[in-house]
């Protein structure tokens, strides 16, 4: 059997959220062997941005990425957030090294090609260009990567993408060469049977139960895109994926599982 | 005899320049083997500290690193500079990969103590401290290693550290396992004998000549640190410096030396 590897994915509110941030790496420092960690945007982009005097433009809910944006997600993002996480985790000796998907080739992209809507510099990943070779040296190292949601498109620019598509992609990638365990760690206690009840936690979802939850409509829209994602990952090769807190569903020493498995 | 290998620092007066950073950066991607980029940082960081209300504050021409700062220089040196410069060599089949030296704990330093100026966020590198491990891994994988001037403390706090010592300590460190050749990129076109005649190369200097060069009075403030750190490189294992302008100085096929050699 392959060795074990954590592909996990913090997201932007435990970003935003110093406390919860502080507690999830030094957590996330205890976890044993092989990991990789991706991390969100979180807020401050967008405050950056405005300091900056460039206005975040929204359709549909989702964010345009302008030229003046890539520029100030790839400071925030690929600097500011990467590399304080960098700089945390070494201080917890876990030797951190930061990445974007340009840093060895390692994700190449594809900007979004505009249909309806012109998204901008965002980066659609290309799973089958994914290079894990550096990846896994690095692993073999031990070393553990941690990917701020930027890509490239080969032809020197910058992309702005999904990080939990990152994760998903990566934890595919990677499930190759290792027995993969994907976490997307958030600020709820997992998938939600009813999204006002932060107790409602769901702690099986298969394709089957999925189909009822869908069919029942108790899926907040936000949780759908990690789901799709989740079995994604699950269908090409991922062993499991875990979706909880940030504070509660990294692998712990009762063996307990806090948050929603998928399978 | 060791592989050769090339740690090249490029200066930010240079990294302010697109015309001549895009130059430098396609004649970079051209030189053969292994090879390591040093960037400074430029005067984008103190644009856009401005444009965010954060004052830049000088003590005897040296910038102060504040809290505020350091986070414009990590976004601004770590983030911005560091993955244009990689998604530009990736553009070039270049397959660089962009580091600070908390990345991977390759570039361990200390807060400069307090003497009677205190700069703030600046690190001292720690030469006994450095991890060449990882970079070495990096350049047998056929990666090129692209520094930002950043390094940290080891207790998360990131530094701004100087580029040119960044790397003069790499150069020194990687000596062990390569023949190393130092050379730094600027935007005059070597060590002039007459700061105001941009053809007063002086193409060789040794400690003897430095002396001479010293007494006479002839050499401008700027290019001393420089030359300390050329003269500190080579009594350290480095085979030879070299000091010239961005876009004449890489090797090139005919192997005639553009620039000042210190030897």
Redesign the interface.
């Known amino acids: 059997m392959a060795e074990a590897l954590y592909v996990i994915k913090v997201g932007g509110n435990v970003i935003d959220n110093p406390a919860l941030l502080d507690r999830f790496l030094a957590d996330f420092a205890q976890v044993k062997g092989h990991k990789v960690l991706i991390h969100g945007g979180g807020k401050i982009a967008t405050r ?1 941005g405005d ?3 460039i206005e975040s433009k929204y359709v549909d809910g989702r964010r345009i990425t302008d030229a003046a944006t890539i ?1 100030v997600v ?7 957030v ?3 996480v ?3 985790l ?2 917890l000796q876990c ?6 998907g ?4 390692i994700i190449p992209a594809v900007k979004r090609p505009v249909k309806t809507i012109d998204y901008g510099f965002v980066g659609d990943v290309e799973p089958s260009k994914l290079n894990v ?2 990846l896994k ?2 692993l073999e ?1 031990g ?1 553990t990567p941690v990917f701020a949601p ?1 890509t ?1 498109d ?5 992309l702005n993408t999904n990080a939990d598509t990152i994760a998903s992609s990566l934890a595919t990638a990677l499930s190759a060469h290792y027995t993969v365990r994907l976490i997307y760690c958030f600020e709820k206690r997992g998938v939600l049977r009813d999204a006002n009840d932060d107790n409602a936690v769901i702690n099986l979802i298969d394709r089957e139960i999925y189909q009822q939850l869908l069919a029942d409509g108790v899926l907040s829209d936000g949780i759908l895109p990690k789901l799709e994602n989740a079995f994604s990952a699950i269908e090409s090769g991922v062993n499991e994926v875990l979706i909880g807190h940030a504070n509660d569903v990294l692998p712990n020493t009762t063996g307990a599982v806090a948050g929603t498995l998928i399978r």
Chains 1, 2 share one sequence.
Not at 154 to 158: E, F, L, P, T
């Open positions: 950056i300091k900056l005097g520029d790839t400071m925030v993002y690929g600097g500011l990467n590399k304080q960098v700089a945390k070494q201080s030797n951190a090294i930061g990445l974007t340009a840093d060895a080739n070779a550096p040296a690095m190292a070393l930027l490239h080969g032809n020197s620019q910058i």
